[in-house]
Each structure stands twice: as structure tokens, then as C-alpha cells.
């Protein structure tokens, strides 16, 4: 049973407009979200997280948006640059639970010039 | 420069071999972490590491064997009871369980 779920597996954007990746989750004990990039044979990095006592973050072209009562979340990349073909991949824990965050599959973004 | 790093980057072993993956962290993480990522499934948690001498299963640890005898390594073996042991394993550190993560670039294991 997936409790973090990434419904798209691929999105497609042209360079300059605006990228918006969802993430669905399940459990209601998770209190703090994050969304990592990924390239091709190399290891995820952070990119940007949310605590649930907020309902949005900004860092840069980067924006999470944290929905609590659909428990949902979305990044937005705004603008795309064909280097944010990645993968993302949303994450969730619980501060009273064990702490080690649960990933969603995945979603590959392409940036189009 | 802090990291870690995880070798090989490729590996290649016999099917009904055991095969210990390598993963050093020299940013003073008391937490380390195996995940197996496969195509369409995302991140998976084998084992995890919270102090030395001392790691707990994931969920998937079933044909895997960890140990954490120093800070800053935690080797992960793929044992021959693995059934499907061909994957892109990473290795992850962070401060503190529920701290950021800081993955490792990965071993693609290929076993034929």
C-alpha cells in the first residue's frame, strides 16, 4: 500500500513556463515533506521541504505548496530550464513515528527548449 | 570536501554469489541508509542505521545483511537469497533520523 503517491510518471514543459509536480499522501502522522532531484546513475539531492505547520515554501524558481486537509502537496518550477529534466521524488515522515521518510515513485520531468 | 561515496559505481557479480557493497560518509552522520531504486518503483529501504552498532530492516531486507562497526561506514551485503539482486542501490547519511538526507552517487549491481 503506497502512502506517498507521485500519480504522474513523466511531464512534459517547455522551456520557460511553469512546472507543477503533485504528490498524494496517506497518512495523516506525516509532518514534514521534501522533494529530491534525481539524475540518470547518480544519487538524489535535496531540493526543497515543508513542515506542516506551513502551507508553503519558497526557495527560488522552487515552490511547495502543502494542501493538509486533501493531503496533498505540489512543486512548482517556475521558470523550466531543460536542466531540470530530472526525476522527482516527493518524501514524507512523521516526527512521531520512526522518522525515516517514505518515497513516492517518482516523476520524470522534461524540459523542452 | 564532506561526502559520501559509495563504490563501485558498477558491479557485476555471478548469480549464487554473495556481494558487499561499499558505503563511506565523512560528514560526521551519526544515521545511514540503503535504498534500492528500480525502474518504476522509487525509493525502497533496505536497512538503516541510526547509531554504531546498531541497525534495523527496512522494508525490503530480506536477502540483505548490513553492519555498522564504525561511523562512518556501513557496508550492505547482497547475499545469494536475494531473488532479484540486480538494481541501482544508494547509501544516504544525515545528522539525525528525520534530518536531511545526503545521498551517495550509487552502485548499479547487475548479477547474471
Redesign the interface.
Known amino acids: 500500500d503506497q502512502q506517498v503517491k507521485q500519480n504522474s510518471p513523466s511531464l512534459s514543459v517547455q522551456e520557460g513556463r511553469i512546472s507543477i509536480l503533485n504528490c498524494d499522501y496517506t497518512n495523516s502522522m506525516f509532518d514534514y515533506f521534501l522533494w529530491y532531484k534525481k539524475y540518470p546513475a547518480e544519487g538524489p539531492t535535496f531540493l526543497i521541504s515543508i513542515s506542516s505547520i506551513k502551507d508553503k515554501n519558497e526557495d527560488g524558481r522552487f515552490t511547495v505548496f502543502l494542501n493538509k486537509s486533501a493531503k496533498h502537496l505540489s512543486l512548482h518550477i517556475v521558470p523550466s530550464q531543460p536542466g531540470d529534466s530530472a526525476v522527482y521524488f516527493c518524501a514524507a515522515s512523521a516526527s512521531g513515528g520512526s522518522y525515516i521518510p517514505t518515497f513516492g515513485r517518482g516523476t520524470s520531468l522534461i524540459v523542452h527548449p | 570536501d564532506g561526502g559520501?561515496t559509495?563504490s563501485p559505481?558498477y558491479l557485476f557479480r555471478k548469480e549464487g554469489q554473495n556481494v558487499t557493497l561499499s558505503c563511506e560518509q565523512n560528514l560526521n552522520h551519526d544515521a545511514m541508509?540503503w535504498?534500492r531504486q528500480d525502474p518504476?518503483?522509487?525509493?525502497?529501504?533496505i536497512y538503516?542505521s541510526q547509531i554504531v552498532n546498531d541497525f534495523q530492516k527496512?522494508d525490503i531486507a530480506e536477502g540483505y545483511s548490513v553492519s555498522r562497526e564504525k561511523k562512518e561506514s556501513f557496508p550492505l551485503t547482497v547475499t545469494s537469497a536475494q531473488k532479484n539482486p540486480t538494481a541501482?542501490y544508494?547509501c544516504?547519511s544525515s545528522m539525525r533520523?528525520?534530518y536531511?538526507?545526503?545521498?551517495?552517487?550509487?552502485t548499479?549491481l547487475t548479477v547474471v
Not at chain 2, 536531511?100 to 550509487?106: A, N, Q
Request: glycine fraction near 24%.
Open positions: 559520501i559509495q559505481k541508509y535504498y518504476g518503483q522509487g525509493l525502497r529501504l538503516y527496512g541501482f544508494l544516504a533520523v528525520n536531511g538526507y545526503t545521498f551517495g552517487s550509487g548499479r
